[in-house]
Protein backbone atom coordinates (compact mmCIF):
# COMPACT_ATOMS: atom_id res chain seq x y z
CA UNK A 1 0.00 0.00 0.00
CA UNK A 2 2.77 1.99 1.10
CA UNK A 3 4.51 1.49 -2.33
CA UNK A 4 1.30 2.80 -4.33
CA UNK A 5 1.09 5.56 -2.34
CA UNK A 6 4.61 6.24 -3.05
CA UNK A 7 4.80 5.49 -7.17
CA UNK A 8 1.47 8.06 -7.22
CA UNK A 9 3.00 10.68 -5.88
CA UNK A 10 6.36 10.34 -7.89
CA UNK A 11 4.23 9.79 -10.86
CA UNK A 12 4.14 13.10 -13.15
CA UNK A 13 1.73 11.68 -15.95
CA UNK A 14 -1.33 12.70 -13.78
CA UNK A 15 0.11 16.29 -12.90
CA UNK A 16 0.37 16.86 -16.90
CA UNK A 17 -3.21 16.14 -17.90
CA UNK A 18 -3.77 18.10 -15.50
CA UNK A 19 -2.41 20.94 -16.73
CA UNK A 20 -3.13 20.45 -19.78
CA UNK A 21 -6.49 20.42 -18.79
CA UNK A 22 -6.76 23.69 -17.18
CA UNK A 23 -4.95 25.39 -20.09
CA UNK A 24 -7.83 23.96 -22.34
CA UNK A 25 -9.92 25.42 -20.15
CA UNK A 26 -8.44 28.89 -20.02
CA UNK A 27 -7.90 28.77 -23.89
CA UNK A 28 -11.76 28.35 -24.13
CA UNK A 29 -12.69 30.60 -21.95
CA UNK A 30 -10.76 33.53 -23.66
CA UNK A 31 -12.46 32.04 -26.94
CA UNK A 32 -16.34 32.58 -25.43
CA UNK A 33 -15.10 35.69 -24.63
CA UNK A 34 -13.66 37.08 -27.50
CA UNK A 35 -17.01 35.63 -29.80
CA UNK A 36 -19.04 36.72 -27.51
CA UNK A 37 -17.85 40.39 -27.65
CA UNK A 38 -17.53 40.21 -31.47
CA UNK A 39 -20.94 38.61 -31.74
CA UNK A 40 -23.08 41.66 -30.24
CA UNK A 41 -20.90 44.30 -32.30
CA UNK A 42 -21.38 41.88 -35.33
CA UNK A 43 -25.29 42.24 -34.58
CA UNK A 44 -25.44 45.59 -34.19
CA UNK A 45 -23.57 45.71 -37.44
CA UNK A 46 -25.66 43.92 -39.76
CA UNK A 47 -28.71 46.27 -37.94
CA UNK A 48 -26.96 49.18 -38.83
CA UNK A 49 -26.71 47.75 -43.02
CA UNK A 50 -30.56 46.88 -42.52
CA UNK A 51 -31.42 49.71 -41.67
CA UNK A 52 -29.53 51.85 -44.43
CA UNK A 53 -30.61 49.46 -46.55
CA UNK A 54 -34.90 48.93 -45.95
CA UNK A 55 -35.55 52.33 -43.64
Do not use: W
Amino acid sequence: MRAQLEHFLKDEEAVTATEYAVMLALILIACIATLTSYGANLGQKFADIDDTLFP
